[in-house]
């Protein structure tokens, strides 16, 4: 069984500052990796996704997060946060056996800015 | 927008009763999946179908069914409602059958009293 996990429940930066949210996987096989972001009250948003091919992927924001395959990690980051970032980042794993699939979650992150 | 719509919005019922949650995919995507979202459990993935089919299946109660049908829209039934029931419901929508980007709708918050 597959399973996600997100370190730190709350996040707290300063605007302008580097954001850095942790996400951990466990996978049997290769995972598709995905972070969501949703804003009060909203659903979930895609930020970006990982499938295959290239490790650094980029994303909608200015966020970009890096598989390491080594790590069991897809950790996502903002060069600069902004105060339109505050809200609940998803980090999320599929398993790519071709069958069907929902996807597994983490708990989530709360991330707030700091004016 | 994502393109996926969920009725309605609110949903407050009594315990014991059942409530049927209703989603729409986005025009093109085959496969819906719905999710239930709760200070517990977090997100949690319930069912999946693709074309009318059920292929998926996570951890749904015996007490909640779907079903998707001919024009793909998607109807979550939930019956005997309890108060651990209370949560907010997703459904997504995705172009095929298996890890393809998922978009979300809005989401029905169901409250059980």
């Known amino acids: 069984a597959q399973s996600v996990t997100q370190l730190g429940s709350h996040v707290s930066v300063s605007e302008g500052a580097l954001v850095l949210l942790r996400c951990n996987y466990s996978?049997?096989?290769?995972?598709?990796l995905f972070w969501y972001v949703q804003y009060p009250n909203q659903g979930l948003q895609l930020l970006l996704k990982y499938t295959t091919g290239a490790t650094l992927v980029k994303g909608i924001n200015g966020f970009e997060a890096e598989f390491k395959k080594s790590e069991t990690s897809f950790h996502l980051t903002k060069p600069s946060a902004h105060m339109s970032d505050a809200a609940e980042y998803f980090c999320a794993v599929s398993d790519q056996r071709g069958g069907a699939d929902g996807l597994t979650f983490g708990k989530g992150t709360h991330l707030i800015i700091q004016p | 927008d994502s393109g996926v719509t969920q009725t309605p919005k609110h949903l407050i019922t009594a315990t014991g009763q059942r409530v049927t949650l209703r989603c729409s995919p986005r025009?093109?995507?085959?496969?819906v999946y719905w999710y239930q979202q709760s200070l517990d459990q977090g997100l949690q993935f319930l069912i999946q179908?693709?074309?009318?089919?059920?292929?998926a299946k996570g951890n749904i109660l015996e007490r909640f069914s779907a079903q998707q049908f001919p024009d793909l829209h998607s109807e979550l039934n939930l019956s005997s409602l309890e108060l651990g029931d209370s949560a907010l419901y997703f459904c997504?929508?995705?172009?095929?059958?298996?890890?393809?980007?998922?978009?979300f709708g809005p989401g029905t918050r169901l409250t059980v009293l």
């Open positions: 996978s049997s096989v290769p995972p598709y």
């Open positions: 179908y693709y074309n009318g089919e059920e292929r």
């Open positions: 025009s093109g995507d085959l496969s």
């Open positions: 997504a929508s995705s172009v095929g059958v298996s890890s393809d980007t998922q978009y």
